[in-house]
């Protein structure tokens, strides 16, 4: 058993450095002075050149600004459908919910389309950023629901039937009471969600207008044209902020 | 009581009602309809769209797809049960692993893509330090094949079976390998007959987290696999913009949705855990 344990350690390691490295890689050579996959010294022009980029900025204000709004909404309504599943069994809305995590995003993008094209015959609008904030909070909230769900599991439901007792209303049963036990749980789900929605690709292309274009957009595109410093340097930016919300969902998870 | 938790579910139900199950209805009429002559819909009702699923050329798209996942699901699982197993062993440092696991599929999926595309280019990291160590002459084609395709797919996805293995593993009862071996059962033997049998809920829940989401790819083929590697994902996205053939977009995406639901119908158990 020892000698497997080396073994097993020795490959554990060699398995994180499979999933670190490549990104480690990246965010290094993003300080690269050369253009060139050589290193030529230390420099900081590719984030000056990222920072000039008004496309990128513009991308990224887009992408912040839907990411916030689909956050806010989704977290609301995925935390209320959470809280309102805890007790009252609705199998058909949970199995959407479901259905909706494992349809492949390419499935949930065209079906979006198609009907937001299909709306358009009735209604004078276009695509845009609306289309694309209603797209992430649709696909959101299962995301959200589950988080808040896991947290709800481990909350005494006799904490409520007190309040209750003692002469709230369920309003404020769950104002009061319930909400702010399970409060962690919701900040991480925000965070999840906002990270889901920052980083949308696929469906968000679908149902982007003109003056929607997301940063993952932009990225994209610079990427199947090859490979690019200026995309290292927003990539590391990308990879540092999201792990840093991540590790702070995760503290409020297991809190 | 019940009267406000009903309250409670109204938004998320009208979201889902018309966000999701509409659009969903949608593509279904979509796909028994006929094509329009600049694109969209037309009239008359037809079930052309589903014949041509069997047409030999979507058909290799449909076989390739199914193989790269399944490649993709096989080498997750060799190479996530050791990890999942290292993690369930080493005490207090657990979250600590499991974190370091979950981390990089927290960043963004598309940063991670373009990480091994930054690697394994022609001018790439791996092939500029190859060629300056004299190792080969001429970069090797590492980028825009079906093997950078799995590569990126079992990146993408390798914490999505890590995570159900060691749930499963962690409960595992040490005693029962003990007893194997004491038994006369070598290590590999114990591996196949004790630990993979009690394990089997979690490779099951890993295998479908994992293949599912592979087999409707769309990102990683279409960087990683640089068009030459057509899966359903980028056959559909093709049917919807360049080809124009929103039927036949539909129907394919309907029978994608078909395989996923057919495989979870077929694959969870009412007990398993750490699936959804």
């Given amino acids: 058993m020892k000698r497997g344990g080396v073994g097993l350690s020795v490959y554990a390691l060699a398995a994180f450095l499979f999933l670190h490295l490549p990104l480690l890689i990246l965010a290094a050579f993003s300080f690269n002075a050369s253009r060139f996959t050589v290193w030529q010294g230390f420099s900081l022009r590719w984030y000056a050149a990222a920072l000039q980029d008004s496309q990128l900025i513009d991308a990224s204000w887009n992408s912040l600004i839907i990411a916030a709004v689909a956050t806010v909404v989704s977290t609301i309504i995925g935390t209320l459908c959470a809280y309102g599943l805890w007790k009252r069994r609705a199998p058909v809305l949970t199995g959407s919910l479901y259905l909706s995590l494992v349809t492949p995003e390419i499935v949930t993008g065209i079906s979006l389309l198609a009907f937001y094209q299909w709306i358009f015959r009735f209604l004078r609008v276009q695509l845009g950023m609306h289309t694309v904030i209603l797209a992430h909070i649709s696909f959101s909230i299962a995301y959200v629901v589950i988080v808040v769900m896991a947290r709800l599991r481990t909350v005494d439901a006799q904490l409520e039937e007190a309040a209750l007792d003692l002469g709230a209303n369920e309003w404020q049963a769950f104002r009061y009471v319930t909400l702010p036990v399970i409060l962690p749980g919701v900040i991480a789900a925000a965070l999840l969600a906002f990270t889901v929605s920052f980083d949308d690709y696929v469906i968000t292309s679908l149902v982007a207008g003109v003056d929607s274009e997301t940063l993952p957009m932009v990225i994209y595109a610079i990427a199947r044209r090859g490979v690019n410093p200026v995309v290292n340097a927003i990539s590391a930016l990308i990879v540092v902020g999201f792990g840093g919300l991540i590790l702070i969902s995760e503290r409020l998870r297991t809190r | ?276």
Wanted: with cysteine; glycine share 8%.
């Fill in chain 2, 1 to 276: 009581m019940n009267r406000l938790r009903a309250w409670f579910l109204a938004p998320s139900w009208a979201v889902m009602l018309a966000l999701f199950l509409a659009p969903l209805a949608i593509i279904l009429a979509y796909s028994f309809l006929t094509r329009g002559t600049y694109g969209g819909i037309s009239l008359p009702w037809t079930t052309e769209s589903y014949q041509r699923l069997a047409d030999p050329i979507y058909l290799t798209i449909l076989w390739r797809s199914f193989w790269i996942a399944g490649v993709s699901t096989v080498f997750c699982l060799m190479l996530g049960f050791p990890l999942a197993l290292f993690i369930s062993r080493s005490g207090k440092r657990k979250d600590l692993y499991l974190s370091l696991v979950m981390l990089p599929f927290w960043t963004s999926f598309l940063v991670r893509t373009y990480a091994w595309m930054f690697l394994l280019r022609d001018t790439g990291l791996i092939n500029t330090l190859l060629e300056k160590l004299g190792l080969i002459h001429g970069p090797m084609p590492l980028l825009y094949n079906d093997g950078a395709v799995i590569l990126g797919l079992v990146y993408g996805y390798l914490p999505f079976m890590v995570l159900p293995l060691y749930a499963t593993l962690e409960r595992l009862d040490r005693n029962l390998l003990e007893a194997s071996a004491d038994l006369g059962a070598r290590p590999w033997a114990t591996l196949m007959h004790v630990m993979v049998p009690l394990c089997a809920s979690g490779i099951r829940a890993g295998a479908i987290l994992v293949f599912i989401p592979c087999l409707g790819a769309y990102l990683t083929p279409d960087l990683l696999g640089g068009g030459k590697s057509v899966m359903i994902g980028n056959l559909i996205q093709n049917q919807f913009t360049t080809a124009r053939d929103w039927p036949f977009g539909s129907a394919v995406s309907l029978a994608l949705m078909a395989v996923v639901m057919l495989l979870l119908a077929a694959l969870v158990r009412r007990n398993d855990e750490g699936l959804l």
